[in-house]
Each structure stands twice: as structure tokens, then as C-alpha cells.
């Protein structure tokens, strides 16, 4: 199991912006990478496990605490072809 070595600080931000610093975050991860994703926007509840299906990746974790969402996330497979 890999441990978090990147947290992506998105609080204050709506929606899409957490999910497009997500998304860049994850550009050049190997596969089994796993990072945190900070927001305080309730659209990353929706719009995080759609990115992570899109990519081919998982969401491991969601906390919240004083308004913070805490996404913890996993990168998928190399994709092959």
C-alpha cells in the first residue's frame, strides 16, 4: 500500500476547480500513487469518484471535518494501447 506523498489544497475553490487540480495532480503518477484532495465545495463529493472512474483510478477514503472534504485517491494501471 502506497502512502499519500501529495496533498492537492483546493479549499475555497467551487466546482470544477478542485477536481481540474485533481486531475493535474495525477498527470506522471505511477500506477498505485496515492494523493489528498482538500475541498470545501460539496460538488467534489459527485465530481471526485467521476474523475477517479474516468482515470481509472479508486477513492480509497472521503473524511470531513469542519468543512473540509478529505479525498484520499488512488491512481489505477498504467494504461496500456
Not at 475553490?13 to 489528498?36: D, I, T
Not at 467521476?50 to 469542519?66: H, Y
Amino acid at each position: 500500500m502506497s502512502l499519500v506523498t501529495i496533498t492537492v489544497d483546493a479549499r475555497g475553490h467551487k466546482c470544477p476547480v478542485p477536481s481540474l487540480r485533481l486531475r493535474k495532480a495525477l498527470e506522471g503518477q505511477a500506477p498505485g500513487s496515492r494523493l489528498m484532495l482538500l475541498a470545501t465545495d460539496a460538488m467534489a463529493r459527485i465530481d471526485v469518484p467521476f474523475l477517479m472512474q474516468e482515470l481509472g483510478g479508486r477513492v480509497v477514503q472521503i473524511d470531513e471535518a469542519d468543512g473540509v472534504l478529505s479525498f484520499t485517491v488512488e491512481t489505477g494501471a498504467a494504461r496500456t494501447g
